[in-house]
């Protein structure tokens, strides 16, 4: 997740290479996470070259058909907007009226707000689960599900939020549609059992939470896989979209992410650009983004 983290795999692989782990701070992870210096990220990777070998996807399946990764971008009702505006503002609050705190306090502040941005943007239930205003997201999602059964395609709907799961699941029993559902709760047993069910066409809709069925499982039934919520760590996502677009895959992936507008959620994205830019630029396949300090946190809750 961090250049920290690469050092230490490389202490055990080839101890001395990148020298002490403060030389190595210095050296290059300040200068590549911090400083973004170009110069360095190409120093670094070829310094480890000869040690990385990078087996993509395309390179080892090359008859995989054709993936498509679509965000789809869901406008807040002004009674979402207003919810989310006055938490963002309550956040912000709330940390500046700690500035003499501890650093790790005031981390753990803005990761808990951030946290609860990130549930408004889903669903108000997820905050407040008396709350009646609706989600435009929700409303998003079930026209998406409708629209691929009305044609005939299967899809993957994945959350990290096993309570957004559950809104998803309600809905969908309330329209008339059942769908297999798998998380951290599921017995390994019942894994099994209900990969195989969809597999054989049981449902048209399998919902998943992004930590438990994201990866492991071969599920190349589907041919759409739906992203409720984005996640930190792209290279998770992507991990989750290989349940379907995978080696036994014979029809064209789409991907669906859904964004709502003017969130904590568009500014994931953009960190997500910018973490693929570091994976390629320095390990050419593995996850090198730098951890967040608590202003660049902050920087996102102002910006959202």
Known sequence: NHLGELWSI??????????????????????????????????LAQTLR???LRRTKGEVARELPERTEIVTSVELTPDERLLYEATRQAVLSDVAAD??????DRRF????????????????????????????????????????RDNGHRALVFSQFVKH???????????????????????????????DAFQAGASPVFLLSLKAGGAGLN???????????????????DQ????????????????????????IEEQMLA????????VDSVLEGADAAGKLSVDELLALVRGA
């Open 219 to 237: 599920l190349t039934a589907a041919d759409y896989v739906l992203h409720l919520d984005p996640w930190w760590n792209p290279a998770v996502e």
């Open 50 to 52: 000869p040690f990385l």
């Open 109 to 148: 502040r803005v990761l808990a707000g951030l946290t609860r941005l990130r549930l408004l943007a889903c669903h108000p239930k997820l905050v407040d689960e008396h709350s009646e205003v609706s989600s435009s997201k929700l409303q998003a999602v079930l026209r998406t599900i409708d629209d691929l």
């Open 165 to 195: 799961l559950d809104l998803v699941d309600a809905a969908l029993t309330a329209a008339g549609v059942s769908a297999l559902r798998l998380d951290g709760s599921t017995p390994a047993k019942e894994r099994e059992r209900r990969v």
């Open 271 to 278: 960190l997500h650009s910018e973490k693929r830019d570091l």
């Open 99 to 104: 500035l003499d705190g501890a650093p790790q």
């Open 240 to 263: 989750a979209t290989g349940r379907a677009h995978r080696i036994g895959q014979t029809q064209p992936v789409t991907v669906y992410r859904f964004v709502a507008r003017g969130t």
């Open 10 to 43: 490389f202490r055990i692989v080839s101890p001395g290479l990148l020298g002490s782990q403060e030389r190595f701070r210095k050296r290059f992870a300040i200068a590549i996470e911090r400083d973004r210096s170009l110069k360095k990220r190409k120093e």
